[in-house]
């Protein structure tokens, strides 16, 4: 086996904008040294395609996948498109497998070394500090063998559901990778909240069914009483002058009621008396003991917070012949094994499960993206908390020779991962769909 090899030339895109431009970069693969084999990798970078002024910007090794070990010549771009920059690399390390490795042992010794396995993270030259500030090193966790990370492939039931002139409404279900969120950079970045999942993700697998009977949505936000008299009043102004204004602002706002007090009425100043002792005392209603009258609880219905919807749906799956019927266990499992928390390496920790995509679809073909159905609601991504499946959905123990049953009846449980807002919506004066 050749001791030291390069790939050819290739471009990475840079940048958005006026700003966009090609990176050009190659890598050199040495090795294999040693038993167990390991191979060193360098990537290489260029002035432009032709291969003028190479140099070496950044090693990684297989003693050391996780990272991209950068030198003097990488510039502030390389390292801050260190991921495309890892992913070309890897790319590239594969097109020149063959020339560097001759066995299994060999090529998975190459595949740690260039990043192209799923226990080395690409390109990526962040510390283990940032990673646990930004929650990666967790949502990277090494994970259980027989672990599905995607490949769940995609089905359609019933065959009869297929691609015509004019198409046909369904169900689409795409199984995504979770994706937890991350926390805002900071106020020079305008916000401290929770940044939104990446809408472009790719799905890992895909369900097509019928729409069945019964679908439906129900929105709900929650609501609550509260009063606020008087006394509480006087004190909210107090503290939140204490807290805007400081110290002096405290005194102030205390001031302020007690002048407010003894400028009142009578009735004034004898009910915030009988109010205030009686609070003071553990009396709480000395005021109506003492007038009959109680401090006007200023009552209003406040609001709480918006709630997460729910959607439930339940599919009679019948075979009518061996590929269905395949078909049918294939759905069954897709949506089991999707659902299922993911257990890492070590057993110590579990990552959360696959998510969903869910879209009714009109007049669409199944291999297309299709329109979403206009007069039915759309989704946000979803959970799938609920699961089940009656194996004798008609009331008798019955199957074909093979011993598929000859009906499935499927109940699942969706939830969504965040609850819709105002801005869902759109601001159109003449929308001509439902929306969420």
């Known amino acids: 086996m050749a001791e030291q090899v390069t790939s050819k030339i290739s471009p990475t895109q840079v940048g958005t904008g006026r700003n966009k431009r090609n990176l050009y970069t190659a890598t050199k693969v040495s090795g294999p040294f040693g038993s167990p084999p390991k191979y060193i990798t360098e990537i290489l970078k260029y002035d432009n395609a032709k291969g003028e002024n190479a140099r070496t910007i950044g090693t990684r090794s297989s003693d050391d996948p996780s990272k991209i070990t950068w030198n003097e010549n990488a510039s502030g771009i390389d390292k801050q498109n260190a991921k495309k920059l890892g992913k070309t690399s890897a790319n590239q390390v594969k097109s020149i497998q063959d020339e560097v490795a001759g066995n299994a042992q060999e090529k998975e010794a190459l595949d740690k070394a260039s990043g192209n396995n799923n226990k080395a993270a690409e390109g990526n030259d962040t510390t283990n500090d940032e990673k646990v500030s930004k929650g990666e090193d967790f949502a990277n ?3 259980e063998k027989g672990t599905r990370e995607d490949g769940f492939g995609f089905y359609v039931f019933p065959t009869s559901i297929r691609a015509s002139e004019d198409g046909q409404d369904f169900l689409k279900f795409d199984m995504m990778k979770y994706e937890p969120k991350k926390i805002g950079e900071g106020i020079e970045e305008g916000s401290l909240a929770l940044k939104d999942r990446n809408k472009d993700r790719k799905s890992i697998g895909t369900v097509i069914l019928p729409i069945p ?15 606020m008299d008087a006394a509480a009043m006087a ?7 204490g807290i805007t204004e400081g110290g002096g602002g405290f005194v102030d ?15 004034v100043k004898k009910g915030l008396a009988a109010s205030i002792a009686g609070s003071a005392s553990g009396a709480q209603k000395l005021l109506t003991r003492t007038t009959g009258a109680i401090m006007n609880p200023n009552m209003e219905l406040l609001f709480n917070s918006p709630s997460l919807r ?21 759905i069954i499992r897709f949506f089991k094994q999707g659902m299922s928390p993911i257990r890492s390496k070590s ?4 990552r959360s499960p696959h998510t969903f995509r869910l879209a009714y679809k009109h007049r669409a073909g ?3 993206k299709g329109k979403d159905h206009p007069f039915l609601n759309k989704f946000k991504e979803c959970a799938l908390n609920g699961f089940g499946v009656n194996y004798t959905p008609n009331g008798n123990y019955s ?7 000859t009906a499935y009846q499927m109940t699942m449980g969706f939830q969504e991962l965040t609850p819709i807002y105002n801005d869902d919506y759109g601001n159109d004066p003449f929308p001509n769909e439902i929306g969420f």
């Open 310 to 330: 729910s959607f439930n749906f339940s599919f009679l799956l019948a075979p009518r012949d061996r590929n269905e019927a395949m078909t049918v266990i294939k």
């Open 366 to 368: 199944t291999k297309d």
């Open 253 to 267: 706002s205390v001031g302020d009621s007690i002048k407010a007090i003894s400028q009142g009425s009578d009735e």
């Open 213 to 227: 009977g019964g679908i439906q949505d129900q929105q709900q936000v929650s609501w609550s009483q509260d009063n």
């Open 141 to 143: 966790l090494e994970s």
């Open 235 to 241: 004190l909210a102004g107090a503290a939140l002058a």
């Open 347 to 350: 057993r110590l920790f579990l």
């Open 399 to 405: 199957t074909y020779e093979d011993g598929v049953m």
